[in-house]
T-cell receptor, first 113, second 114 residues
Framework: ETGVTQTPRHLVMGMTNKKSLKCEQH?????MYWYKQSAKKPLELMFV???????ENNSVPSRFSPECPNSSHLFLHLHTLQPEDSALYLC????????????FGPGTRLLVL | DQQVKQNSPSLSVQEGRISILNCDYT??????FLWYKKYPAEGPTFLIS?????DKNEDGRFTVFLNKSAKHLSLHIVPSQPGDSAVYFC?????????????FGTGTSLTVIP
């Protein structure tokens, strides 16, 4: 595996479900990110982790809970989501936090019913 | 408030001709600009960037132009190839006391017609 991988690629969940998105980077980077892309809207940065420590949380609701056990893995735990949370969730990584070039995964397409 | 805008959601160009993708921004404190390319079912990939101290950066068939007075950024692809068909996002960076912040446009879908 190379680059940034994300699983699952597609996810359908009910509003009462709990699910997790997984991201793994094989680039030796120290920073990882979660982005949200809703239809017709620009990419929104959700969380930034640098050396496993969360450095940014852009006013994301608590129903989204990130976890970074090490520099290569990043999770996004989801619970009691709303239909408006349906979007493409992209993971990215870079050598240092918020450096110019970030490498993106393919994303998880989430549908909340 | 959207600080980076791509006002053309789509663009069609004949193979071999020039593709020009445009991006406008509002924040004069942006100091670095990037273009990403995204194929369906894949994540965005970095394409080319430019610092605010420059007005042009070229990499093969791709050239980015920056007009700071107009707060306008453009990406030129010449000659355009069918494989260039993708969604192109522009992004801009601003330094904050906590680090850098990136703002993305909504993307322009480019179709290169063989």
């Amino acid at each position: 595996e190379t680059g940034v991988t994300q699983t699952p690629r597609h996810l359908v969940m009910g509003m009462t479900n709990k699910k997790s998105l997984k991201c793994e980077q094989h680039l030796g980077h120290n920073a990882m990110y979660w982005y949200k892309q809703s239809a017709k809207k620009p990419l929104e940065l959700m969380f930034v982790y640098n050396f496993k420590e969360q450095t940014e949380n852009n006013s994301v609701p608590s129903r989204f809970s990130p976890e970074c056990p090490n520099s290569s893995h990043l999770f996004l735990h989801l619970h009691t989501l709303q239909p408006e949370d349906s979007a493409l969730y992209l993971c990215a990584s870079s050598q240092e936090a918020l450096r110019e070039t970030q490498y993106f995964g393919p994303g998880t397409r989430l549908l909340v019913l | 408030d959207q600080q980076v805008k791509q006002n053309s959601p789509s663009l069609s160009v004949q193979e071999g001709r020039i593709s020009i993708l445009n991006c406008d921004y509002t924040n004069s404190m942006f100091d670095y600009f990037l273009w990403y390319k995204k194929y369906p079912a894949e994540g965005p990939t970095f394409l080319i960037s430019i610092s605010s101290i420059k007005d042009k950066n070229e990499d093969g068939r791709f050239t980015v132009f920056l007009n700071k007075s107009a707060k306008h950024l453009s990406l030129h692809i010449v000659p355009s190839q069918p494989g260039d068909s993708a969604v192109y996002f522009c992004a801009a960076k601003v330094k904050r006391h906590t680090g850098n912040q990136f703002y993305f446009g909504t993307g322009t879908s480019l179709t290169v017609i063989p």
